[in-house]
């Protein structure tokens, strides 16, 4: 079965660092393009980073320079580092596939202080 799953969201100081996992169950993340996409609470869903089958790597203007997607492929996960983070950031995050219109249910990941 097809599936995703994210992991690693929680509550976290505005400058503080958090890892989210995206965990890939019944394919291989490496041939697909993989997205981290989020939804503040009231707004919609945007695009934070995204990571071609080819590697290339493209950001949100917003995050760029703190935030980082990764793909390790023997685990089959794709991550997205954050850094600094700021209160804006505040969102559930998810994980995408846009081959099937796979999406995992989302990690909240919360900046307050």
């Known amino acids: 079965q097809v599936q995703i799953t994210e992991s690693g969201g929680g509550l976290v100081q505005p400058g503080g660092s958090l890892r989210l996992t995206c965990a890939a169950s019944?394919?291989?993340?490496?041939?697909?393009?993989m997205y981290w996409y989020r939804q503040a609470s009231g707004k919609e869903r945007e695009l934070v980073a995204s990571?071609?089958?080819?590697?290339?790597?493209e950001y949100l203007a917003s995050v760029k320079g703190r935030f980082i997607i990764s793909r390790d492929n023997r685990q089959n996960e794709v991550y997205l580092q954050m850094n600094d983070l700021k209160p804006e950031d505040t969102a559930v995050y998810y994980c995408?596939?846009?081959?099937?219109?796979?999406w995992g249910p989302g990690t909240q990941v919360t900046v307050a202080s």
């Open positions: 019944g394919f291989g993340a490496w041939n697909y393009g």
């Open positions: 990571f071609s089958p080819v590697g290339r790597t």
């Open positions: 995408h596939r846009r081959s099937g219109n796979i």
